[in-house]
């Protein structure tokens, strides 16, 4: 327990809290556009699969269990990730407490500069998310289990939404191109055999996560989607 507290304290402990939990972060992103995706399927199909998240684990638990599980995990990965890079941010600037005359911006520095305000970013995006097509409550005509409605009606409808959300997965794939090259580096699992490959993850991840996630709402404004 002490070892384990002495390492939350430390700069290494709460790189490495990032890491981890942002990989959790990482594996939830890419199953969500997953079934993003589902909605190409039409609202019987994409209707479905949403039913299905909610009653997965039936009749052996109560629907819904494994769902709040996924989602108090993803709770407390979220709160630990924003902890520790809240708390690096601190470390960091306690520790040239003169500011630069000149700043000269380094691939480094850019880097934790579009984490940090991509973080930002993201954080806030995924509150007016979950109040736009989960909650309901920033979405008028919101219809609970209708998730293929939901949809249509907010990115057709509020034509404000769209270029919102094409914007924060920018942000989303910016912040997990560096996130992913920066985990693995934090976990040593990069080595310079694996540099090129993990740097292809990293360049797949921010591009290719942007694209899935962007495709719904561009198909849903110029009308393939109704």
């Not at 199953?31 to 039409?42: P, T, W």
């Not at 684990?57 to 993803?74: D, F, K, N, Q």
């Amino acid at each position: 327990m002490a070892a384990a507290l002495t390492l939350n304290q430390s700069t290494i402990g709460k790189k490495a809290i990032m890491a981890v939990t942002g990989i959790v972060l990482y594996g939830f992103v890419i199953v969500h556009m997953i079934g993003n995706l589902k909605i190409f399927e039409g609202p019987e199909g994409f209707n479905a699969y949403s039913h299905f998240l909610r009653v997965v684990g039936e009749p052996a638990l109560p629907a819904g269990t494994i769902l709040w599980v996924i989602r108090i995990v993803l709770l407390l990965s979220v709160i630990l990730h924003v902890t520790a890079a809240i708390q690096l941010t601190r470390i960091d600037n306690a520790g040239r407490p003169i500011a630069y005359k000149k700043v000269k911006r380094k691939q480094a520095s850019f880097a934790s500069l579009t984490l940090r305000w991509g973080g930002v970013t993201i954080f806030f995006f995924v509150i007016y998310h979950l109040l736009h097509f989960t909650v309901g409550t920033a979405l008028p005509g919101f219809i609970e289990g209708d998730p293929y409605h939901n949809v249509i009606t907010g990115f057709s409808s509020q034509v404000w939404a769209a270029p919102v959300y094409i914007v924060a997965v920018a942000a989303l794939g910016t912040h997990l191109y560096h996130g992913v090259w920066s985990a693995m580096q934090t976990l040593g699992i990069n080595t310079r055999r694996t540099e090129k490959l993990f740097r292809g993850i990293a360049v797949l991840s921010g591009v290719g996560l942007f694209a899935g996630f962007a495709t719904v709402p561009i198909v849903v404004l110029l009308g393939i989607l109704k």
